[in-house]
């Protein structure tokens, strides 16, 4: 069986894009990046196949842009272009990246006949009112109807979500995250929403028509949408940086950018569990966490430690092998 995964991505940015979603700012990169030739994807797909370890199951991820807007002659190209691998086993299928209301049946055939496993949908929010503001083009319907077609046609289903649109609302959020569970997504990517240099955010943002959200509301609306795909079953592939966003030469303008978002969320859950749990003054607190949580329970630079070091003289803080998730044994 094999282990480890990989993505190969191949990168369209914003191609055949109906809407230009308010955040993103992949027209203005694409000015600078271009489509790759079928000559430049075998080439890229030739140099990472050098470098993955045998016993690992390869994907390649046709991402940025909306993959089925293009013409079905152009998506049978680029399929047809990376069959070989399928067959010759190095590669075990495709992952592709695309809007909801580009998802029929003609083309979920088509996908399927080429080996695709993956759909990943931005959905972004299941609320209306934050589509329309953000200029998405399409509507919490088109998200379910899509969701729907894909899960009966036997894909692997994909939600992105972004918090922090305009509209939106811890609530409508967290309201998002468990829509995306009830239509059996697979996995799901959280994106908090960044305001990046030409795109109509930023002009929003400058008008003082939109206010990002700061790092830690960003944290706190983040918190139980994670938590909650996680007691579902979702598998959460990314949280942090939206890919469509160029941060180079300035780009990044305003909004809840940290480098280590992911490790300052779960820093952030694990300080609400001790604040929950840990109310009374001792004289040393000793902990017990999952090995894997143990660096999160600590804290980003030590924050947890230095939190519960204000209820208690001495905090030691260990792992221990029986313990799994978000469990703790307190001494
Ligand atoms: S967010 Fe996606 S659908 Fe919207 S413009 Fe960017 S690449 Fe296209």
Redesign the pocket.
Known sequence: MKQKHVNIPIFF??RS?????V??N??HISSRVHIPSTKEITHSIEQYLHTIPPETEVQIAFF???FTAMPLSEQEEYLQLVQPYIRSGRVQSIRI?T?PDYIDNETLALLKHYSVLDIEL?A?STNDEVLRQSG?GHTQADIVNAATLIRRAGFRLGLQMMIGLPGDSAQRALHTAQTICDLGAHSTRIYPTLVVAHTPLAELWRKELYTPLSLEDALAWTAPVYQNFEQRGVQVLRVGL?P?SDLSNGALLAGPYHSSFKELLLSYVWLHIFKTNVQKSYETIHIEVAPAQLNFAIGHGGSNRKFLQTIAKHVVITAHAELSGYEFRMC
């Open positions: 940015p914003q894009c109906p809407h230009q979603c955040f993103c992949q027209q940025g842009g909306t990246s809007r931005g972004q998405r939206h469509s």
